[in-house]
C-alpha cells in the first residue's frame, strides 16, 4: 500500500506545481469572457456567451440554443452585472480550472463546453470538457445560462 501512496503523492504534487491545477486564480477583473457549449447534435443544439470590454464598456454577445448564429444580439452590460458575474465565478473558484481539457471518449454525441477568460492583468483561463466537467461546472454553468437568457430577454 505504502508503495502505492508515495506516487500517487508524488503526482498529486507535480499536478499542483506545474500545471496549476487546485490553486485558487481570483478573476478580481474582467477583460474578456467566452463561454461555448453544446446541449444536443440538433442543428442549433449550442449556445455562446462572449462578453468584452472596449473602451470602457462592457458588451455581451448572446448566441442561446435553438437559434442559428445569424440571432445573435449584442447588448451593453452594466459593470455591476459584470462585477457580479466574477463574484460568482470567484465563489466558485473557476481560476482553478485552467488547463482542465477532459473529454469521456465513449461518447459519441454527448455535451461538451469550452470557457476562455482574459483577467484585466493579462492573465488567462481556458477550459475545455466533452462529458466531463470541473468542480461546480453545474452551477456556473447554470449561472451563465440564465445571464444568456436574460440578456436575450426571455
Not at 447534435?41 to 448564429?69: F, Q
Not at 483577467?119 to 453545474?138: L, R, T
Request: charged content about 25%; glycine content about 8%.
Amino acid at each position: 500500500m505504502k508503495r502505492l501512496i508515495c506516487p500517487l503523492i508524488g503526482v498529486l504534487t507535480m499536478c499542483l506545481l506545474f500545471t496549476g491545477c487546485g490553486k485558487n486564480k481570483p478573476i478580481a477583473s474582467l477583460e474578456y469572457l467566452s463561454y461555448d457549449f453544446t446541449e444536443n447534435m440538433s442543428r442549433y443544439g449550442s449556445g455562446r456567451l462572449e462578453i468584452s470590454l472596449k473602451n470602457g464598456v462592457y458588451t455581451a454577445v448572446v448566441k442561446p440554443v435553438d437559434e442559428p448564429d445569424e440571432a445573435a444580439r449584442t447588448v451593453r452590460l452594466a459593470p455591476e452585472k459584470v462585477q457580479a458575474l466574477v463574484d460568482m465565478l470567484d465563489r466558485y473558484n473557476v481560476g482553478s480550472w485552467d488547463g482542465f481539457n477532459k473529454n469521456n471518449r465513449n461518447v459519441l454525441d454527448g455535451r461538451s463546453f469550452s470557457l476562455y477568460i482574459r483577467k484585466a492583468d493579462g492573465q488567462d483561463i481556458s477550459a475545455h470538457g466533452y462529458m466531463k466537467w470541473p468542480d461546480h461546472y453545474s452551477e456556473v454553468s447554470g449561472a451563465l445560462k440564465d445571464l444568456m437568457k436574460e440578456l436575450a430577454g426571455e
